[in-house]
Nanobody
Framework: QVQLVESGGGLVQPGGSLRLSCAASGITFSSYTMRWYRQAPGKERELVASITSASGTTYYKNSVKGRFSISRDNAKNTVYLQMNSLNPEDTAVYYC???????????WGQGTQVTVSS
């Protein structure tokens, strides 16, 4: 059974940093594209960043480019999202997803709250 557990969220002041982690189990982690999504109150869930399984190619939503960095450690079955220069517009629940490259099957974590406020 696939399990994704996010951690690292919390309350941070504008301009601050957080590092989210997503630990995966029940999958062959290296075969999955890993993604971070977020959903703010009253808004649709949006893709923030992704990293592919094979080449480690990354993608970022325009508004987070240069501030966020996604990385993965296949030995630890963990994907990270380093978030710098946070602003209130980054406030949301952040979700980790694992997409099996060969089938497209996607699994989700339970989410972690990130609040940027002074």
């Amino acid at each position: 059974q696939v399990q994704l557990v996010e951690s690292g969220g919390g309350l941070v002041q504008p301009g601050g940093s957080l590092r989210l982690s997503c630990a995966a189990s029940g999958i062959t982690f290296s075969s999955y594209t890993m993604r971070w999504y977020r959903q703010a109150p009253g808004k649709e869930r949006e893709l923030v960043a992704s990293i592919t399984s094979a080449s480690g190619t990354t993608y970022y939503k325009n508004s987070v480019k240069g501030r966020f960095s996604i990385s993965r450690d296949n030995a630890k079955n963990t994907v990270y999202l380093q978030m710098n220069s946070l602003n209130p517009e980054d406030t949301a629940v952040y979700y980790c997803s694992a997409r099996r490259t060969s089938t497209g099957t996607t699994s989700w974590g339970q989410g972690t709250q990130v609040t940027v406020s002074s």
